[in-house]
């Protein structure tokens, strides 16, 4: 069904286009225009109407005005002879009758008349135009696609209503004053405060859900809300109904959930009979009862939440879900409420401090020196730690391509001069026949303009379509990213500005300088200011150095991470890298809800699979080292157990393993014992601890049979010593991991890891094994350890490639510019050399020598480039893996290739030299 | 040019045809698109900044103007401007219309005898 269009009248771009007319016709007939547009488009129900009427509008309106500015340039008969010919055809002359409008008007022509010289003049040389168009593009394409995504993920405002008595609370601990979530029960305390709030709401960060429906098994990213959530936001679902008050209670009410507007979309055509759809989430099943508010992608930027589940659906079908509703330690909602009126968010958190020091006394072991922090919801787009993150990189990226953004507009300025200079005799004539210099340089400043809104343009196509390029290629986690890309006036007029100031800024210093010689040779003086002259380090040789620099800069900073990774594929994590397989899955997702037989079914898939790939070959963890899900701390006291609501003497990784772990992964068992089948509930309660984890804890007296209390899972007995391996970063220096065996300690989400000659097959049959289990599960992840470990990677990959990329981008542009230089500084020179060629001076030498004050202004600029690169790319310090900032082999690869690249852009023109016909040489002038 | 030659100046065929299409009642914007449409036997379809741009210049030359007349009220639009034929506009419309016609007679008759051996 076609929705109704809003009428052309009311269109704001129509009323814009109007403006083409003049004013007094405009007011007399602008409605009546419209009308007549709107009558035409009724009857025949035009396709692409709005377009066509703003160019009917556009064209006849200036049509109109130029009439209208015929009519009164031409004399009437009833004027006196004397401004009849005042009015003559020489315009430029001022005259004391012309009325104010009509010198606008001729203002208007004269600038016309510059644009179209100036289009004419480009035209008439296409390659220089292409070439300045397609350098100015790529540097303005590269900032706005970058700004485009910033834009998205950081200004873009969020679609709330009155955001301004909109605040988000977090806790924090005293000393640490990171913002963190609230636990549920803080958040019912909260709720409370009717004093402060209107209304109190949370979500929970998105999390895996596993939704089954018309036969197949996906997992898509979901959040739990509380039922007040979109009203407190102010948005309304698209379809259906919002969540109702009793739908927060756990077990109170059926199942129920709101899909993403975008997924209804998506998976379902926007078909509306979803509403009352049942589909499994989690095993549980769920009746949909609306659609999510349009244009709304989920609490966090970036990442498409397809699934809102209320609090008390969440607590049936998301167990750590339910494990917060005792638990006061588990502070994992965020918390959005509505200020009274005339409550301000200053007098809230004086409020809530005193509410948090009653808390603490009152718990103290989940409160103590805990904090309630009230910020304005303005302030957050996502969290308040996220946000602080995504602003360096973001500013991080902004820069870079802020840098390619200068070697290509001073790479456009170079073309300019060297185009300014090519033109000194039709300036000369020019300023000869009466023109004035301003009118030169105000020429030459529409062209050079005309050439950066061109490269705006080409910039934009870039902006459109990179950045949906860049966030449809697949991360290397079941997550899709989606960003909101529309244009916006903030991108468009990014672009616009950029192209502007890049026209109007690197066109000046051209022009003045271009007109200025000009005007000295057309006063009969010599050129106040020369090309070629190599004597002198000139304009030109600057912009080189520019260049030179900051593509050093970005190829240094791309080959460290180069460099790095080398590294870090030689480097031994501790455990095996290659033949091994891995699967990930929930097991209470896929319907397994209670501990038993979820066990039960993770141990018989083990079985299964032991079956295929030998015995001993199989084995389960909680956690696969260098991963970034499942990771997880665990507080331990080392003198006994640990009481409850007492501190932990410290916090240490943690794994659940099954028996065989160290033996599948190959990780060295140093002392003691590894797991046994025989480790079950009943028997004594055991645990493995990794090398530094006994020397941080006991030192050199030995580990085994120390006792452990270990936060909520009571005292185990070490049994046994293992080597260290890498956990979170390769670049990491060892940490204390504690090992508990999978029997005696439940996680629903584990990992299934087998070791295998032929990895990439294995993960075929790890899917289909599961599959014989129940059709119904979904494997999270189905990887081979070498892909996994490409994961780790990827950061230091990204970065690497995208300062790669732009350092051969910016290196591309600056050869363009070194050779641009060179044949320009050759052909200016073509007497001298004449000169030099008839006193002897042979081929080799002459070309040497070009070459040779190439190399020198490519050494300077080389040497500003390292110097900045030492400096600028230290805070890269944390990415890099075995190497520093200040890597010799790196600078030394760059200042090679640099080397060769100029070697090639200065040579190719410089053969010309010894082409030059000594006699012509000696003539020229 | 005095006011007087310019209102007196030739008409040009679109401006010929928009002042023939209020030749008998007043009309609106789109009417006269219409009605130019419907007299030019569908040829020429007027796009409305065209036709604007024609009217304020007939309207300059003040053969024709906004009319107070309008249709009965069942068949009005209070929004709608009409426009309609000044006295000076329906002379010279008639006047080159007359123009037109020897012309065009005069043409066919010879185009008819050369046509005929």
Known sequence: MRSRQPSLSESRWLRWALLAFPAWARERHGDALLETWEDLHKTHNLRAVKIRAAWDLLRNGCLLRLEETRNAERPTVSSTSLSALSRGPHLETPLLHRSAGLRASTRLETAGRDLVFAIRKLRREPAFTLTAVLIVGLGIGANTTIFSIVNAALFKPLPYERPEDLVRIYTSEEDTVLPVGTGYLEYLELQERRDLFEETAFHADPTFLTLEWGGSTQTVMGEYTSVSFFRVLGLSPALGRDFLPEEDTPGASEAVGMISHSAWRKRFGGDPSILGRRLQVNGIPITIVGVGPKGFQGTLTGIDSELYLPWGTATQADRSARAQLEDRRIRELFVLARLQPGVTREAAQSALTVMAANLAADHPASNEDRTLQVYAASEVRSHP?????????????????GLVLTVSISNLANLLLAKASARQRE??????????????????????????????LVGLAIALLLPKWLVATELPLPIQLSFDFHLDWRVLSFAILLSLATGLLFGIMPALSASRAAFSKAMGGSPAWRFGQSSRFNLRDA?????????????????????????????????ETEKLALATFDAEQAGYRDEESARHLWNRYRQQVETTAGPGTVALTSRVPLGFLGSQQIGISSHGDLLPGERPERQVELSIVSPNYWQ?????????????ETDVPAAPRVAVVSQTMAQELWGPSPAIGRRLGVEGRGLVEVVGVVADTKIRRLSETARPLLYLPFEQNFEPWMNLVVATDRPAAMKETLRQELASLNPKAALLENKTMTEHLGLVLYPAKVAGAMLMATGLLALLLASFGLYGMIALAIARRTREVGIRAALGASRPRLIRMVVGEALRVVAIGLVFGLVLATLALQPLRGLLYGISPFDPISFAAVALVLGLVTLVASYLPARRTARIDVVSALKSD | MSPTKRRRAPLRPIEFLTLAALSEVPRHGYGLVQEVAQQ???????????????????????LLAISDRRPTPEMDDQRRTYYRLTDLGREILRAEAEMLS????????????????
């Open chain 2, 102 to 117: 020897k012309v065009s007679q005069n043409v066919l008759s010879k185009v008819h005898t050369e046509v005929t051996p």
């Open chain 1, 427 to 456: 300036m000369v004539l020019r300023l000869a026949l009466g023109a004035r210099r301003g009118q030169l340089v105000r020429q030459l400043l529409v062209e050079s303009t005309l050439l950066a809104a061109g490269g705006g």
């Open chain 2, 40 to 62: 030019t036997e569908g040829q020429i379809q007027l796009r409305p900044g065209d036709l604007y741009r024609v009217l304020v210049r007939l309207e300059q030359r003040e």
């Open chain 1, 543 to 575: 912009l080189i150095v520019v260049q030179v620099a900051v593509s050093t800069l970005l190829l240094a900073g791309g080959a460290l991470f180069l460099h790095s990774l080398l590294q870090s594929q030689n480097a031994d994590p501790g455990f």
């Open chain 1, 664 to 676: 599948v992964m190959d990780i060295p068992l140093l002392r003691g014992r590894g797991l046994r």
């Open chain 1, 385 to 401: 730690l996220l946000d602080r993150a995504l602003i360096p990189v973001s500013a991080f990226f902004m820069v870079l391509m």
